[in-house]
């Protein structure tokens, strides 16, 4: 048999394309969510050798930011069934509060309203926190300085998280909706959002209004 140019090659020879696993796409994730604190925290500790006025601030920052390491750490462990109980449950304000600095978001880009009955929440799983700065991240990165309004609030045994912007496009509610992950890192970080939203026994829905698209995500208060 003489194979041409133009000879379709035999199926053994495809080359096929490796699916991903559960595994593989916990493992993706979490390098897609280490990026941005390992630069912040790079780009800080580059500052601390020299003599500077806001070297307290600088190291405050950079402090947060190995935090944030730490808590998605958790989260990788959390994932595979085991998550360490050192610093958890955290007051819901807390994770909020470590949720908007980690994500790089400008204090004058961000609306912050917290419902009285929000304030005594507790939490007690690092992947909270991973949501809340997946989604307020990918709200920088991608929101063109746009505002962004986060609507945090509560009910009986459960705590709601919403946030809001105008100009987003219809494809990240795909990806929030995917069953699978992505075969590459488009929309990674958003894909695990809801993975570990439906691993802790809550949901995420999307809506939107004259406000733009609102993203919200039902968690148990535990």
Do not use: K
């Not at 916990?26 to 580059?46: I, K, N």
């Amino acid at each position: 048999m003489t194979i041409g140019l133009d000879t379709p090659a035999p199926r053994w020879f495809r080359r096929r394309r490796p699916s991903v696993t559960d595994e593989q796409a916990v493992l993706r994730a979490l390098c897609h969510d280490l990026g941005t604190p390992l630069a912040s925290l790079q780009a800080l500790l580059g500052h601390l050798d020299v003599e500077r006025e806001d070297a307290d601030a600088l190291a405050g920052l950079a402090l947060e930011q190995a935090d944030s390491l730490v808590s998605m750490l958790r989260t990788a462990v959390a994932t595979g069934g085991a998550l360490p109980s050192g610093g958890w449950p955290r007051p819901l304000v807390d994770v909020v509060r470590a949720s908007l600095q980690a994500s790089g978001l400008p204090p004058r880009q961000v609306r912050l309203s917290v419902a009285p009955a929000a304030g005594d929440v507790r939490v007690g799983d690092a992947r909270v926190q991973r949501i809340l700065t997946n989604l307020l991240e990918n709200a920088h990165r991608h929101g063109a300085g746009r505002p962004v309004t986060l609507a945090v609030g509560a009910r009986p045994r459960w705590a709601r998280l919403v946030v809001t912007q105008a100009g987003v496009p219809e494809r990240v509610v795909a990806h929030l909706h995917a069953d699978q992950p992505p075969a590459d890192l488009t929309g990674l970080g958003l894909w695990s959002v809801q993975r570990q939203a439906h691993e802790l026994g809550g949901r995420v829905t999307c809506h939107r209004d004259d406000a733009g698209l609102s993203v919200v995500v039902d968690l148990p208060d535990r």
